[in-house]
Antibody, heavy 120, light 106 residues
Framework: EVQLVESGGGLVQPGGSLRLSCSAS????????MHWVRQAPGKGLQHVAS????????YYADSVKGRFTISRDGSKNTLSFQMSSLRVEDTAVYYC?????????????WGQGTLVTVSS | SFVLTQPPSVSVAPGETARITCGGD??????VHWYQQKPGQAPAPVIY???DRPSGIPERFSGSHSGIAATLTISRVEAGDEADYYC??????????FGPGTKVIV
């Protein structure tokens, strides 16, 4: 079965750190650009980061640039998201998302999401 | 930054047709993708590249694109179509951009 499974969410205090992981199965992980998309409670979707097939190109939304780092391990079919200096406004469900065909700029597979709550 | 607009909600009776628009500057020059998100679930694609349906999506879902807006049309609406729908584009300056979402109420 083709799927993405996130883990690592939880409650963290403002200024703290958290590392999210996404395990991919049933697909050629190294062939696809991967993304993190978040959704604050009751709000819409926001793309926050992406990483190219080789890991050589990374993109960050301005709201997380300098605080969050996206990475991938092709040998383990794993996508990671190191989140530091967390703020209350980072509270959201974080989705691991696979891009479609090369340069499609669309998202064809989503994980179930992991909730990150930043609160004192 | 690039901004997409969508109506907050669309109400439709079962069996009728729901139309959701997605607007924005120069949206006519971009490919528009649509996602459905049911309560408590992750989003899932329903339309790619303006009008292409992914495998498994019913023909009741269709997409179109004029010069100023894209439209997701759901024909013969069913209770199970009640969800939030998001449009999305890629912009060279703003990256991957989502619309604010439209709640379809059946």
């Amino acid at each position: 079965e083709v799927q993405l499974v996130e883990s690592g969410g939880g409650l963290v205090q403002p200024g703290g750190s958290l590392r999210l992981s996404c395990s991919a199965s049933g697909l050629s992980f190294s062939h696809y650009t991967m993304h993190w998309v978040r959704q604050a409670p009751g709000k819409g979707l926001q793309h926050v980061a992406s990483i190219s097939e080789t890991g050589g190109d990374r993109y960050y939304a301005d709201s997380v640039k300098g605080r969050f780092t996206i990475s991938r391990d092709g040998s383990k079919n794993t996508l990671s998201f190191q989140m530091s200096s967390l703020r209350v406004e980072d509270t959201a469900v974080y989705y691991c998302v696979k891009e479609g065909t090369i340069a499609s700029r669309s998202f064809d597979l989503w994980g179930q999401g992991t909730l990150v709550t930043v609160s004192s | 930054s690039f901004v997409l607009t969508q109506p907050p909600s669309v109400s439709v009776a079962p069996g009728e047709t729901a139309r959701i628009t997605c607007g924005g500057d120069d949206v006519g020059t971009k490919s528009v993708h649509w996602y459905q998100q049911k309560p408590g679930q992750a989003p899932a694609p329903v339309i790619y590249f303006d009008s292409d349906r992914p495998s498994g999506i019913p023909e009741r879902f269709s997409g179109s694109h004029s010069g100023i807006a894209a439209t997701l049309t759901i024909s013969r609406v069913e209770a199970g179509d009640e969800a939030d729908y998001y449009c999305q584009v890629w912009d060279s300056s703003s990256g991957y951009v989502f619309g604010p979402g439209t709640k379809v109420i059946v």
